[in-house]
Structure formats: structure tokens, C-alpha cells
């Protein structure tokens, strides 16, 4: 019986690895631009390739990096990688180990249509993420899980329809999240929550309707919200309330105020309040909050979800 089993396991395993190493691996040349070159705040060394197309969401790929260095530079000192105008489908995950110090990736009009787990699994150094002019209608998953070095995350102008809840798990370290120019419905203290030390929120120019009164209960170091030209019609009692570092509210064209607030010693939460009334009183009382239950398991962890009364397990490894 346990001959049979064994010989049936090892078949299976033999015809996997044929499976998978007779996959035919496609060269993709990339060719480099180096030279000094900014992303937001991250101004660097950096390899700039356009004009690309290939899907690098197929993983049987290899990539051969064309262009010269400037003197005695080598792919060691790459740590901005930036590709233009392309037809990629997805961040090339690869790149992150031809380029291993990259610290800032930027993807603009690349026809990336998503951010998934395997695109960090190589980017050991990562601090910031620039995506704009893409088209990612849905962003799920948890794909920064193991990535809590990345500080600056910037999604502008993508065409977002939806995030998950669970997209912004493991970014501890965000100080800086824009997600502005979307076409976003919701903004949830589920998909705020684990965002404890985010610093700015950009998240002007979208569809938000109705802000929860929790929305910002974890985010107690934020100093910067932008939430101008959406159509909030209202917002939870006590949504601003705990926020000691918050110096710019800018609430202006939406639809139950028009106002953008710099708090300082004359303005301060209350007067902010006070301008609110019109959207607390047409928020709708949110029902109590239960009690949440956090634990690690080694190989895993899992999460309660105390306001949809849910448990949410993620596999990963660290």
C-alpha cells in the first residue's frame, strides 16, 4: 500500500517537474536608458525602458537588459526602474533580481492591469510604488503582505473601480497613499486599519458617497487627508475626532460641504465639526463594534474581521 502510494506521489511529482520545465521560457530584451532620474521623492540612479510589450504576468520569461551604463556603474547601482508607454499587463516580478537594490519602481501608461503577490517576491528593497495611467478596474488580494518596507504608494489615475479590504495588508510603513483620480465607490476602515502610520491620503476625485465614523480609527498619525471632488453626502459622527496630527482636511466639492480646513490654534477639530453637521446628520447610525481577535501562527496568520463578523486567513512566508 504505501509502495503504491509513494510510487504514485513520486510519478506525479516527476510529471509536474516535466510539466514545468519543458515550458518554453521567452527572452524579453529590455532596453535600458540609465541615468539619474526622480520618482516623487526618490531621486536616483535608474534604468527608464519604453515602448514594451510583453505579458509579465505569464512567469516563463527571462529578461537580457540592453543599454549602456555610465562609467563604472553596474545593475548593482540601479535602484529606480521606470517603464513608459508599454502594453506589460503586469509589474515584471523579474526585474527585481537583475536590479536587486531596486528601491522605487514606476509604471506610467504601461498597460499594467493589476498588482499581484508574486510581483515583490524578489524586491527585498522597496520602498515605493508608482503606478499611473493604467487601467486596474479591481485591486484584491493582499500583494504587499511580505512588503513592509514599501513607505509611498501612489495609484493615481488608474481607472479603480474597487479595493479589497485585504489589498493594503503588510503596509505598516506607508506614510504616503495617493489614489486619487479613480472612479473608487468605497473607503472603508477595513481597508484604512492596517495603515497605521500613513502620513498623507490623496484620494481626491472619486465616488465616494458615505464616509464611516471609524474610517480613520487606526490612522491616529495622519497629518494630510484629501478628500476634495467626490460626492460625500455623509459622514460619521466623530470621523475626524483622534487625529492629534491632522494639519490639512480638504473636503471641498462634495456633496454635503464645500470646505477645505487648515487646522491650527483658531481652527481647530471642533470648529471642523461644527462645519459638518449637515453630513453627521445624514449619516446613518453604524451598528455597534465587536471584538476583534489578532494572532500569528507560524507560516500563517489570521485575521478577525470585527465588522463583518469574519475570520480571513493568509498563507505566506517570512
Request: proline share 5%; charged share 15%.
Amino acid at each position: 500500500m504505501w509502495t503504491k502510494t509513494c510510487l504514485t506521489l513520486i510519478l506525479l511529482f516527476v510529471g509536474f517537474f516535466n510539466n514545468v520545465s519543458s515550458q518554453e521560457l521567452f527572452e524579453v530584451r529590455l532596453v535600458c536608458e540609465f541615468g539619474m532620474y526622480p520618482i516623487n521623492e526618490f531621486f536616483n540612479y535608474a534604468c527608464i525602458v519604453r515602448n514594451v510589450t510583453f505579458d509579465f504576468s505569464n512567469p516563463f520569461y527571462y529578461i537580457i537588459i540592453e543599454g549602456e551604463h555610465e562609467s563604472e556603474r553596474t545593475n548593482a547601482d540601479v535602484l529606480n526602474f521606470v517603464i513608459q508607454s508599454s502594453n506589460v499587463n503586469a509589474i515584471p516580478a523579474n526585474i527585481f533580481q537583475v536590479f536587486p537594490n531596486i528601491v522605487a519602481i514606476e509604471g506610467a501608461n504601461a498597460g499594467v492591469s493589476g498588482i499581484n503577490p508574486p510581483d515583490f517576491t524578489f524586491a527585498t528593497q522597496i520602498r515605493g510604488v508608482f503606478a499611473n495611467s493604467n487601467i486596474m478596474p479591481r485591486l484584491t488580494g493582499s500583494p504587499f503582505f511580505v512588503r513592509s518596507t514599501i513607505t509611498h504608494l501612489n495609484l493615481y489615475s488608474n481607472q479603480i473601480e474597487f479595493i479589497a479590504n485585504t489589498f493594503f495588508f503588510g503596509l505598516v510603513n506607508l506614510r504616503y497613499l495617493s489614489i486619487s483620480g479613480n472612479s473608487i465607490e468605497a473607503l472603508t476602515p477595513e481597508m484604512m486599519a492596517p495603515l497605521a502610520n500613513l502620513r498623507i491620503l490623496l484620494a481626491s476625485d472619486n465616488r465616494f458617497e458615505t464616509l464611516s465614523g471609524r474610517i480613520f480609527a487606526n490612522n491616529r498619525n495622519i497629518e494630510f487627508i484629501g478628500l476634495e471632488y467626490n460626492n460625500i453626502n455623509a459622514i460619521g459622527p466623530n470621523a475626524f475626532d483622534n487625529l492629534p496630527n491632522l494639519e490639512y482636511l480638504g473636503l471641498s466639492q462634495n456633496a454635503c460641504v464645500d470646505e477645505t480646513f487648515e487646522l491650527n490654534d483658531v481652527v481647530t477639530i471642533e470648529t471642523v465639526n461644527q462645519s459638518l453637521q449637515q453630513c453627521f446628520n445624514n449619516s446613518v447610525p453604524e451598528p455597534p463594534r465587536t471584538r476583534g481577535l489578532l494572532f500569528e501562527v507560524r507560516g500563517n496568520m489570521t485575521f478577525f474581521d470585527e465588522y463583518n463578523d469574519e475570520l480571513l486567513r493568509i498563507e505566506g512566508r517570512w
